[in-house]
Every structure is written in C-alpha cells, then in structure tokens.
T-cell receptor, first 114, second 113 residues
C-alpha cells in the first residue's frame, strides 16, 4: 500500500486566499483525522471522520476552516480566507477506527501564509 | 478526560548512551498506549504499542512497559544512535470511547556522535 497520501506537500499563499489540502487514506481504513502541528501549540486534532461522517470537529479553529469527506478514499481541508497564523504543517492520518489500532500519518502539507 | 504528560525536551545524549523518556497518563477507561516517532520533515509513525497492563512493546531496540499501577509508559533504549534523533510522542486511546487518540506534547531527542 502507498500509505496515506497528501497533496500538496508545500503551499505558499497570500493572506485572504483560499487553500485546499487533500488527503487519500489507506484503503480499508474507516477513520480519518486532520491534525495541525506548530512549534507553539504542538499537535492539535482538528477533525475526526468515521465512515465518512464527521464525528468530532471541536478542534476546528473557526468558521474559516471546513473539512469534507465525500467518500472513503478522499478528504479535503479548506481554509477560506487564509491568515498568516494558519501557517503550520497539516497532517492527515487514517486508521481502522478501534482504540488499539495504529494511526498512519501522511507526510504532511507545509502551509505558509504570507 | 484523557491526558498524556511527557517530559520536556530537548533530551541531548551522546551516542551509545541510555535513553529514558517518561510518559504518564490519565484515562477514563482502559487505554491502549502508543509511542510514535517523527523524523525531521516527516509525519508521525508508530514505534511501538501495548494494549493491556504489563505488556511490553518493543521495536528497533526501543521498549516500553504498560504500568497500570503507576499509569506510566516510559520509553527506553539501551544504546542510542545518531539516527534516533527525532521527536517522540506518547499517546493513548480508550476502548469503548470515540477512539480519538490523545497525544503528549512530544519530546525532542538529539543524539551527538
């Protein structure tokens, strides 16, 4: 298996622009997670999907952030409008969705908002 | 709620030194425990895990024992290498819950030749 695939790997944009991050989970995994990682705040869970349904989005910072999972093999995280404080590494992870199961992380998208 | 506490880093060691990174947890329920490692520029990857008390997880010379009585899951390695330089995350997830894992803040390890 190719593992969790994220695109783009790097994104540089200007404040106010829309940013869309993409994730393809491992085939057969039914849970998908979006995380944000910064030096100041560490690793933060943004949203969790189970069987394509958002279960917990309490970590989504504000209305500028939205996430979708239209099918089992694709998810997007959108920021509109983007702000400099959104600069971070965004990770997607997938798992089989039980407590003892390993999370598999993608390589991350490094976002810089100027 | 659930929480994971890791020792502050960075931990700086010379090659072949003994490593311990402390991890303690609180959980509402019976957790599975994990150590993940993040190498520079990469995502997190599983290093080892334990799913019940007294289990020992091990991989690549690292090991950790699930201690329910002290609610701990300390990571150890007998002889570190420069290639072990990375950030290490302790994590838990609770059976019967939402399966959302809880991560510690991460501990940076720097190994000098």
């Amino acid at each position: 298996d190719a593992g969790v695939i994220q695109s783009p790997r790097h994104e540089v944009t200007e404040m106010g622009q829309e940013v869309t991050l993409r994730c393809k989970p491992i085939s057969g995994h039914n849970s998908l997670f979006w995380y944000r990682q910064t030096m100041m705040r560490g690793l933060e869970l943004l949203i969790y999907f189970n069987n394509n349904v958002p279960i917990d989005d309490s970590g989504m910072p504000e209305d500028r952030f939205s996430a979708k999972m239209p099918n089992a093999s694709f998810s997007t995280l959108k920021i509109q409008p983007s702000e400099p404080r959104d600069s971070a590494v965004y990770f997607c992870a997938s798992s089989l969705g039980t407590a003892g199961e390993t999370q598999y992380f993608g390589p991350g998208t490094r976002l810089l908002v100027l | 709620g659930n929480s994971v506490t890791q020792m502050e880093g960075p931990v700086t060691l010379s090659e072949e030194a003994f490593l311990t990174i402390n991890c303690t947890y609180t959980a509402t329920g019976y957790p599975s425990l994990f150590w993940y490692v993040q190498y520079p520029g990469e995502g997190l990857q599983l290093l080892l895990k334990a799913t019940k008390a007294d289990d020992k997880g091990s991989n690549k010379g690292f090991e950790a024992t699930y201690r329910k009585e002290t609610t701990s899951f300390h990571l150890e390695k007998g002889s570190v290498q420069v290639s072990d330089s990375a950030v290490y995350f302790c994590a838990l997830s609770v059976k019967g819950g939402s399966y959302i894992p809880t991560f510690g803040r991460g501990t940076s390890l720097i190994v000098h030749p």
